[in-house]
């Protein structure tokens, strides 16, 4: 049986790991990211984020494929909502949850099928679950499957982001994380992950990052942090690729200290990215951010003392969400002046609790749906587009290097800022029509 691993536009590791799993049963199988797939008996999609499901390029191969006689199976972060992903996608099934023990059995009983972690349609179109499947043990897996041309690939400067641990002990509200893998933290081994590093290195791998929300929860255990093994960990990691093609950067504000710090400093590319959100306490809180503005600040201030650039992600537009909590936000960026900002409207990721708070409000309390009227009221966008668009062009000024917001930066902001809220209503119409709103 062949079968083809698609992940969209780049190779994620959840792809490569699936992959991994496949060919060490001895199956032939390729990996893609083109949406042209014109090979392979058994197709399987690797999606992690609710736009896949809304995504036409991807139903026509879906279509196409099915057409051709060939099995169509999802899975990934999508699969936590599978009635979503049969009713957009309709798939032969999809596996449900962490895939690494489903995907075999699926792959090999096909559906129907009495095991569990699979939904599908049934002959009376109702959706079957066969119940949800026992957790993957991380501690043991095949090396990832690694295509040739990974040399070339780059999110953010890395070529693959590697999974060290899985699972994360935060609780916000807009985070898929900690519901689908859990709130309790499963780490590998340092020994597989550096035999993984070294393979990553010899297929070509330019740089390598580490995911899982926050890098320093690495074989954290009994409420306890464990320094040292994330320190060997990055020290491990740096002998194989060279401190400058590692990175580490996604990390929560309270799990930091000064040998972290240090470790980050040595032994990777010195850049620490902090999911910081907003600069108010009210809106920090209803996030469940489980962080203060004040310890985000000392954050930001103990990155510096210790030479390291510091990064920071926002969202705005959280239903909620008053004018001066926006200005809040707007305040923490000039006195922080960060190295860099990344900024996003509020998404309701289905089964999470901002997805259940967006659909209890009303649209006419929603800043992703209230029209602006205030002073890009011309520009006829909504009040958290314009929220984003002026906490871009108000972070390109308030940077550690300022950035000049030239005309071009101007029209692709409000570009990028009008898809943003369009792409985020699409979701929240789709979400309403799931949950039967
Ligand atoms: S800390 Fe990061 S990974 Fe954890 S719940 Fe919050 S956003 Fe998600």
């Not at 009994?222 to 990055?234: C, P, S, T, V």
């Not at 489980?290 to 201030?301: K, N």
């Not at 659909?359 to 800043?367: A, G, V």
């Not at 992703?368 to 929220?387: C, K, N, Q, S």
Request: proline share 5%; hydrophobic share 35%; charged share 30%.
């Amino acid at each position: 049986m062949k079968i083809t691993v698609f992940s969209p536009d780049f190779y994620t590791y959840g792809a490569m790991l699936i992959g991994g799993i496949l060919k060490d049963e001895g199956y032939n199988v390729g990996l893609s990211t083109k949406y042209n797939i014109k090979t392979g008996d058994t197709l399987l999609l690797s999606l992690f984020s609710t736009q896949h499901l809304l995504s036409d390029e991807i139903k026509t191969m879906i279509r196409n494929h099915r057409s051709r006689g060939g099995k169509v199976y999802v899975g990934g972060p999508v699969s936590a909502y599978y009635e979503m992903v049969l009713g957009e996608l309709e798939p032969d099934c999809v596996c449900v949850g962490e895939g690494e023990d489903t995907v075999k059995r699926l792959v090999k009983g096909g559906v129907p099928g009495d095991y569990p972690g699979i939904a599908y349609t049934g002959g009376d179109g109702e959706i079957v679950f066969t119940g949800k499947a026992e957790k993957a043990d991380v501690s043991k897996r095949p090396l990832p499957l690694i295509p040739p041309d990974i040399g070339s690939q780059d999110i953010r400067g890395a070529s693959a982001y590697i999974e060290t641990h899985r699972g994360c002990t935060g609780g916000c509200t807009f985070c898929q994380v900690p519901r689908y893998f859990g709130r309790d933290i499963q780490s590998r081994s340092i020994e597989d992950i550096l035999k993984e590093v070294r393979e990553f290195k010899k297929r070509g791998a330019k740089r390598i990052s580490v995911s899982g929300g926050t890098g320093s929860l690495f074989q954290y255990k009994d409420g306890k942090i464990n320094e040292d093994q994330f320190i060997e960990l990055m020290k491990g990691m740096a002998e194989i690729m060279g401190p400058k093609n590692i990175s580490s950067p996604d990390i929560r504000v309270d799990c930091i200290s000064d040998d972290i710090l240090e470790a980050i400093r040595e032994y990777t590319i010195g850049w620490i990215f902090f999911g910081l959100e907003s600069g108010s306490d009210r809106i920090l809180k209803k996030m469940g951010k489980g962080a203060t503005a004040r310890e985000a600040e000392d954050a930001v201030t103990a990155c510096r003392e210790h030479g390291l650039k510091a990064a920071g992600s926002f969202i705005v537009g959280y239903p909620g969400e008053t004018e001066e909590d926006y200005e809040m936000t707007k305040d923490f960026i000039t006195m922080n002046q960060l190295d860099d900002v990344f900024i996003s409207i509020a998404e309701p990721i289905p089964k999470t609790p901002l997805a259940d708070l967006v659909l209890r409000t009303p649209d006419e309390d929603n800043p992703v749906f209230m029209p602006h009227e205030g002073e890009y009221r011309a520009l006829r966008i909504t009040e958290a587009e314009a929220r984003s668009f002026d906490l871009m062009m108000h972070s390109d000024l308030f940077r550690s290097s300022i950035r000049p917001v030239t005309n071009d930066i101007f029209d692709i902001y409000l570009k990028n800022v009008r898809k943003d809220g369009e792409d985020i209503r699409r979701v929240t119409g789709a979400l309403r029509k799931y949950y039967g709103i």
